[in-house]
């Protein structure tokens, strides 16, 4: 059974950084691709950011670009997501999520497992 845990979440100021971890434990696959995803107070689930197996394929969504950085590390089986300048719009849970695929996709239901999130709150 695949689980996914992740941590690092709490409360900031605008312009700190912060840095969400995500532990990934049970059988899977090296071909795959780790992302990603928030969820702010009263709307949809939007992706974040995702990295293939390789780690040469990353794509960001255009509001963070340039702020955040996904990186993974296959022999912990972690994916990362360094925040910084963080904003109040970054307020939201963040999920990590992981497809059984070889490239990036941003459609959630591409995704096989997923986390059950942190909560990352930006004060202004």
């Known amino acids: 059974q695949v689980q996914l845990v992740e941590s690092g979440g709490g409360l900031v100021q605008a312009g700190d950084s912060l840095t969400l971890s995500c532990a990934i434990s049970?059988?899977?696959?090296?071909?795959?691709?780790k992302a990603w995803f928030r969820q702010a107070p009263g709307k949809e689930r939007e992706f974040v950011a995702a990295?293939?197996?390789?780690?040469?394929?990353?794509v960001y969504t255009d509001s963070v670009r340039g702020r955040f950085t996904i990186s993974r590390d296959n022999a912990k089986n972690t994916v990362y997501l360094q925040m910084n300048r963080v904003r109040p719009e970054d307020t939201a849970v963040y999920y990590c999520?992981?497809?059984?695929?070889?490239?990036?996709?941003?459609?959630?239901?591409?995704?096989?497992?997923w986390g059950r999130g942190t909560q990352v709150t930006v004060s202004s």
């Open positions: 049970g059988r899977t696959s090296s071909l795959d691709t």
């Open positions: 990295i293939n197996w390789s780690g040469r394929d990353i």
């Open positions: 999520a992981l497809g059984k695929i070889a490239i990036v996709v941003q459609v959630e239901s591409r995704y096989d497992y």
